[in-house]
């Protein structure tokens, strides 16, 4: 059984820069297409960046390209996610999701093996 814990969440002031760590266990971490959704109060779920097994890959929203970058060890079976330029929309919590066995670049929440808890992230103006 997959096990997906989130840290890093935090409260910041817009324009500053946070990073977000997702710790995978259970089954083997490079089988797995990993990503990065976030939801807001009030607002459904969202994706906002992915990459592939191996991190040759990655994907992003149009809200945060340029922005954020996701990037993966798979030695130590984390996946990342830097956040610069922050901005109050970016508010939300934060979910790490997996997908074990796929190599497409498209992500729905509907379509995730498995879902952390989250991480809050609040950006202040």
């Known amino acids: 059984q997959v096990q997906l814990v989130e840290s890093g969440g935090r409260l910041v002031q817009a324009g500053g820069s946070l990073r977000l760590s997702c710790a995978f266990s259970?089954?083997?971490?490079?089988?797995?297409?990993m990503a990065w959704f976030r939801q807001a109060h009030g607002k459904e779920r969202e994706f906002v960046s992915a990459i592939s097994w191996s991190g040759g890959s990655t994907y992003y929203a149009d809200s945060v390209k340029g922005r954020f970058t996701i990037s993966r060890d798979n030695a130590k079976n984390t996946v990342n996610l830097q956040m610069n330029s922050l901005k109050p929309e970016d508010t939300a919590v934060y979910y790490c999701a997996a997908r074990r066995y796929y190599s497409g670049g498209v992500f729905f929440a509907n379509n995730m093996d498995d879902w952390g808890k989250g991480t809050l992230v609040t950006v202040s103006s």
């Open positions: 259970g089954r083997t971490f490079n089988t797995y297409s």
